[in-house]
């Protein structure tokens, strides 16, 4: 089965770091690439970040315009895991984030964790 399990969501004011881990349960030469989304109250879900997993986009990443410079998705040191460091955390970096999954073929990320939840305070 295809499972996702993110982790390290929490609260913190304005300006300081959390670290997200994201762990998949496929073996990493079945994944494309690995990407967090995050979706605050009544808004649309949105790109944070992406890392390819494997073939030609392994290592490359992407970046939303709005985390740039402060948002960094790294590969975890446990097999099959994926972090997105957030650093000079903002209130609007408030809510839910979730990792996605791709794999060689597929359009659109399909396989999705349940999320972890990220509150930045003024």
């Not at 089965?1 to 990493?28: H, I, K, N, P, Y």
């Not at 790109?47 to 494997?54: E, I």
């Not at 939303?64 to 903002?90: E, I, Y």
Request: one cysteine or more.
């Amino acid at each position: 089965q295809v499972q996702m399990a993110e982790s390290g969501g929490g609260s913190v004011q304005a300006g300081g770091s959390l670290r997200l881990s994201c762990l998949a349960s496929e073996d990493t030469i079945s994944i494309y690439a690995l990407a967090w989304f995050r979706q605050a109250p009544g808004k649309e879900r949105e790109f944070v970040g992406s890392l390819g997993w494997s073939g030609a986009v392994e290592g490359t990443t992407s970046y939303a315009d709005s985390v740039k410079g402060r948002f960094t998705v790294t590969k975890g040191d446990a097999k099959n895991t994926v972090n997105l460091q957030m650093n000079s955390l903002k209130p609007e970096d408030t809510g839910v984030y979730y990792c996605a999954m791709k794999f060689p073929g597929d359009s659109e990320y399909g396989y999705w964790g349940r999320g972890t939840r990220v509150t930045v305070s003024s």
